[in-house]
């Protein structure tokens, strides 16, 4: 087998580790989708969830954090995860996987990361209330974050 | 190439799915508040609610509500449009189910309701606490009064020392517990909470819900009151 014309790519088939953790961060970026685009339907279709004894939600997406200009901050969530789910598939379907584009997804998956950190921390420190749908976008943007951590620790070393 | 291809195509019907199912939820008025809901009944609306609307109807509206709620400000406009256009046919009564775990003013703003009722003026300061629900939520429960109610309540033409003084009455707080504790034993846990004839409705998500709702109970032959 000749040896690949470059040297920051890996070749193809690739090993499974690879592809299984590009499949996990497109599963993680798609309920942060879902997670988000419901949340961007209940501010544009909905009237506000009611308020409710057992969590802060309409605490939190009636705030004034909650939007970013005239842009609702789950909209960007909509728009980050996106980006990920697609950029992963392009990856996982390529029939070599370029190394810059692996850490490029990484630095993706870092700003997401430290959003979602910086609205939660919104939450707790200044809002002083919690909504599961944030949390659960958070959750999946440090999954992300550390699936492509991993995903790039594992390219680098050829595996 | 073939399973790349799938690939892709799997993606993209999944987003397309997910966007359809979100918005048809939303769009058909099924989304939001109804995971949780509990079609439970509170007592019969008696000479101690605050009424309007037409008081000999079939048909009752209960709202539990929560004056420092954005929710419940929220559903305003929608009441008072309902009011417009049923108010000859149904009836319509507010109970205070302040959530004073998560909003500070809550009890306090039912207080100021009540203690403008005490000078015939209970559902203007109700409108009124409402349409500047943004000015005086910030404002803590120890100055809110001072600040901003003693304000309204001058804009309304009441006494404002009887005013004060009612807010923090033994019958104002009573009144407000009262409520609480009917809205308590009906497991209410959010506001608004709607009850079309004493019966829970799950939140209407439009305008065209709410009346949907209002024109069946109107229609309905065994309506009670």
């Known amino acids: ?159 | 190439m073939q399973r790349k291809q799938e690939v892709w195509v799997v993606a993209i019907f999944a987003v397309v799915v997910v966007v359809a199912a979100i918005g048809a939820a939303f769009l058909s008025g099924n989304a939001g508040s109804t995971s949780n809901f509990k079609a439970t009944t509170v007592p019969a609306v008696t000479s101690a609610d605050h009424i309007r609307g037409n008081a000999s109807s079939t048909v009752s509206l209960i709202e539990y509500g929560d004056f420092e709620c954005p929710a419940c400000g929220a559903y305003q406009p929608l009441i008072q449009q309902l009011l417009q256009q049923y108010g000859d046919r149904v009836e319509f009564a507010f109970r205070n189910f302040p959530l004073y775990q998560i909003h500070p003013d809550a009890m306090i703003s039912a207080q100021a309701a009540e203690a403008a009722g005490l000078q015939g003026k209970y559902w203007e300061m109700h409108d009124l606490l409402y349409q500047k629900q943004n000015e005086w939520t910030a404002a803590s429960p120890d100055t809110v009064v001072s600040k901003y109610f003693d304000g309204y309540a001058q804009s309304l033409g009441l006494n404002v020392a009887r005013f004060d003084a009612d807010i923090q009455s033994a019958a104002v707080k009573q009144k407000v517990q009262d409520d609480l504790g009917t809205g308590n034993a009906a497991q209410v846990d959010h506001t608004p909470t709607f009850f079309i004839n004493l019966t829970q409705i799950p939140n209407p998500t439009s305008y065209a819900a709410f009346t949907q709702a209002i024109d069946a109970a109107l229609a309905s032959s065994t309506a009670v009151k």
């Open chain 1, 1 to 159: 087998m000749p040896p690949s014309p470059k040297p920051s790519t890996l070749p193809s088939p690739r090993r499974p580790l690879l592809n299984k953790l590009l499949l996990a961060i497109a599963g993680f970026s798609f309920v942060g989708f879902a997670d988000s685009a419901y949340l961007t339907a209940d501010h544009y279709l909905a009237l506000p969830l009611p308020c409710s004894i057992l969590h802060g939600c309409d605490i939190v997406l009636r705030s004034a954090y909650s939007m970013i200009g005239p842009i609702p901050v789950a909209m960007t969530g909509v728009a980050f995860y996106l980006v990920v789910l697609f950029f992963v598939l392009y990856l996982y379907t390529a029939d070599t996987l370029e190394k810059r584009l692996v850490y490029a997804l990484a630095g993706l998956g870092t700003i997401g990361f430290a959003m979602s950190a910086i609205f939660e921390s919104i939450q707790i420190y200044l809002i002083h209330a919690l909504c599961q749908y944030c949390a659960l976008s958070a959750l999946s943007s440090a999954l992300i974050f550390i699936s492509a951590l991993w995903l790039s620790r594992a390219a680098r070393k050829g595996a």
